[in-house]
Nanobody
Framework: HVQLVESGGGSVRAGGSRRLSCTASGYTIYNSYCMGWFRQAPGKEREGVAAIASDGSTIFADSAKGRFTTSRDNAKSTLYLQMNSLKPEDAGMYYC?????????????????????WGQGTQVTVS
């Protein structure tokens, strides 16, 4: 049973930074999984933000490029999202997700549907 638990959300001023974490449990092959970050603002579709493959390669949504980074600590089964230069449009519920195989090459509106495992989310507010 895969479990993903996000943390680190909260309120931040525009231009500020925030680091989100996601701890995985319930499976022993975390290292081979693609791990992703998605966000959803009220009234909007869930969208991909960043993803990191087992080999450490990453993809980012255009809106996140140059401002966000993602990393993984396989020894701790933990995923991170470092968000810098935050904008009000970055606000929303941030979700961690896991896919047992390959990461997407790019994010599309349907990418979130390919990830079978999800956390409960952590809220980020930017004012």
């Amino acid at each position: 049973h895969v479990q993903l638990v996000e943390s680190g959300g909260g309120s931040v001023r525009a231009g500020g930074s925030r680091r989100l974490s996601c701890t995985a449990s319930g499976y022993t092959i975390y290292n081979s999984y693609c791990m992703g970050w998605f966000r959803q603002a009220p009234g909007k579709e869930r969208e991909g933000v960043a993803a990191i493959a087992s080999d450490g390669s990453t993809i980012f949504a255009d809106s996140a490029k140059g401002r966000f980074t993602t990393s993984r600590d396989n020894a701790k089964s933990t995923l991170y999202l470092q968000m810098n230069s935050l904008k009000p449009e970055d606000a929303g519920m941030y979700y961690c997700a896991a896919h047992p195989r390959v990461c997407p090459k790019v994010f599309t509106p349907s990418t979130h549907g390919r990830f079978p495992y999800w956390g409960q989310g952590t809220q980020v507010t930017v004012s």
